[in-house]
């Protein structure tokens, strides 16, 4: 059979959800009588007396959206319930209180994507539900669908973000290696520019050789032709000499 801890009670420093004392079972876990299960319980008042089977119900509903701790020690099996104690207002205060003094502690960010601060809300929200559950099963549970939604939501967010991570990686590495390739390309496009160049260099040099030496037969070319030219216009003028000379004496 189960038995309550004694000697050592283990309390839950480090969640904001209320728990019962540790329970210590001898070999396994025993069903808890969250087993029987009566019909649904309605949203309890103050006036209303409290049931057997109402507590049954609402200690199975806590149980399951505030599954129970347990965990193994010196050979012992030890198991923690969550607390089905009603909540007064002074416990909300402390709950609040207590959420304000561990985000400081454990140096939250108030702003921004924050592990810690998103982990002590959880907490604070888990134990409101538990207190609601508590008071009133139908609004427990549907806090607790809330609570899954926003965890969905939360998840969904995450496998966003980390799709987007290793797109960006890929991406990343795709323009890495796009990179090495085009430095290669350019590597040997400067190549072909320096050969190009000389290349260009090499025909200039040789349309300046070209240049120069058909400016000299030109200007040879233009000097033979002059030369030509004045051999001809003194033959000219001298056989037109001649010509006078012969046709004078007749008239």
């Not at 400081?104 to 959880?122: D, F, H, K, M, N």
């Amino acid at each position: 059979m189960a038995t309550v801890a004694q000697e050592r009670i283990i309390p839950s420093t480090n969640t904001l959800v209320k728990y019962d004392n540790p329970v210590l079972v001898t070999k396994h876990p025993e069903k808890t009588p969250k087993e029987k299960s009566g019909k649904k319980s309605a949203c309890k008042g103050q006036s209303s007396p409290v049931t057997a089977d109402i507590k049954r119900e609402t200690a199975e509903i806590l149980n399951g959206i505030l599954p129970p701790k347990e965990w193994e020690e010196d050979g012992q099996i030890w198991t923690q319930f969550v607390s089905s104690t009603p909540a007064t207002r002074l416990d909300v205060i402390n709950l609040q209180e207590q959420l304000d003094m561990r985000l400081q502690q454990r140096q939250a960010r108030e702003t921004g994507i924050c592990p810690v601060r998103r982990e002590l809300y959880s907490q604070c929200f888990d134990e409101i539900i538990r207190q609601v559950t508590v008071n009133c099963a139908e609004r427990g549970l549907l806090l607790l669908r809330v609570r899954d939604e926003i965890k969905m939501t939360m998840a969904a967010y995450q496998t966003l973000y980390q799709s987007s991570i290793a797109f960006g990686i890929r991406k990343a590495l795709q323009a890495e290696e796009g990179k090495e390739d085009l430095i290669a390309t350019a590597e040997e496009l400067r190549l072909q520019k320096a050969e190009l160049e000389k290349t260009v260099a090499e025909l200039r040099q040789k349309f300046d050789q070209a240049e120069r030496r058909s400016a000299e037969l030109r200007e040879a070319e233009e000097k033979k032709h002059n030369e030509e030219i004045q051999f001809l216009k003194k033959t000219n003028q001298q056989l037109k000499t001649q010509l006078e000379g012969i046709i004078a004496p007749k008239k």
